[in-house]
C-alpha cells in the first residue's frame, strides 16, 4: 500500500509558467515532508521541506504547500526554467518510534519537463 | 570536499554472482541508508543502519546484506538470492540529531545482471 502517491507521472510546462507538482499521503503520523529533484543516472538532491507545523515554505522560486486535513502537499516552481527539468520526488518521515531512525517513504516522482 | 561516494558507477554481473557496492560517506554523519530505484518507481530501502556495527532491514531486504565496520563506509553486497537485482543503487546518509529528516545522497551505481 503507497503511503507517499504522486498521481502525475508527468507534467510539461512552457519555460517562464508556473510548474505545481502534486502529492498525497495516507498516514497520518507523517509530520515531515520533503521534495528532492533527480537527474537521470545521478542521486536525488535535496530542494525544500516543510513540517506539519507550517503551511507555506519558500525558497526563491520553490514553494511547498501542506494541507493536513486534505493529506495534501503541493511544490511550485515559478517561474520555471529549461533547467527544471527533472524527476521530482516527494518523501514524508514520521518521529521514529523509541530507539528507532528517521526513514523517509518516497513517492514515485514527477518527471517535470519545462519546454523552452 | 564534504559528500557521499559510491563506486563504481556502473557494474555487470553475471548471474549467480555476488557483487559488493560500496559507500563512502565524510559528513561525519550517524545514520546510513541504501535504497534501491527501478524505472517508474520512487526509491524503496534495502537497508539502514543508525550507528557502527547495526543495522536494520527495510521494505526489500531479501537477496541483500550490509555491513557497518566504520562510520564513514556502508557497503551493500548483493547475493545471488535476489532474484531481480538490475537496478540504480542509491546510498544517503542523515545526520540524526538534526531532527529534519533530510538525506544526503550519493551520485548512485547502475548494476546491469548479464
Known amino acids: 500500500d503507497q503511503q507517499v502517491k504522486q498521481n502525475s507521472p508527468s507534467l510539461s510546462v512552457q519555460e517562464g509558467r508556473i510548474s505545481i507538482l502534486n502529492c498525497d499521503y495516507t498516514n497520518s503520523m507523517f509530520d515531515y515532508f520533503l521534495w528532492y529533484k533527480k537527474y537521470p543516472a545521478e542521486g536525488p538532491t535535496f530542494l525544500i521541506s516543510?513540517?506539519?507545523?507550517?503551511d507555506k515554505n519558500e525558497d526563491g522560486r520553490f514553494t511547498v504547500f501542506l494541507n493536513k486535513s486534505a493529506k495534501h502537499l503541493s511544490l511550485h516552481i515559478v517561474p520555471s526554467q529549461p533547467g527544471d527539468s527533472a524527476v521530482y520526488f516527494c518523501a514524508a518521515s514520521a518521529k521514529p518510534t523509541g530507539a528507532g531512525s528517521y526513514q523517509l517513504t518516497f513517492g514515485k516522482g514527477t518527471k517535470l519537463s519545462v519546454i523552452p | 570536499d564534504g559528500g557521499i561516494t559510491q563506486s563504481p558507477k556502473y557494474l555487470f554481473r553475471k548471474e549467480g554472482q555476488n557483487v559488493t557496492l560500496s559507500c563512502e560517506q565524510n559528513l561525519n554523519h550517524d545514520a546510513m541508508y541504501w535504497y534501491r530505484q527501478d524505472p517508474g518507481q520512487g526509491l524503496r530501502l534495502i537497508y539502514y543502519s543508525q550507528i557502527v556495527n547495526d543495522f536494520q532491514k527495510g521494505d526489500i531486504a531479501e537477496g541483500y546484506s550490509v555491513s557497518r565496520e566504520k562510520k564513514e563506509s556502508f557497503p551493500l553486497t548483493v547475493t545471488s538470492a535476489q532474484k531481480n537485482p538490475t537496478a540504480f543503487y542509491l546510498c544517503?546518509?542523515?545526520?540524526?540529531?538534526?531532527?529534519?529528516?533530510?538525506?544526503?545522497f550519493g551520485p548512485g551505481t547502475r548494476l546491469t545482471v548479464l
Open positions: 544517503a546518509s542523515s545526520p540524526e540529531d538534526r531532527g529534519t529528516n533530510e538525506q544526503f
Open positions: 516543510i513540517s506539519s507545523i507550517k
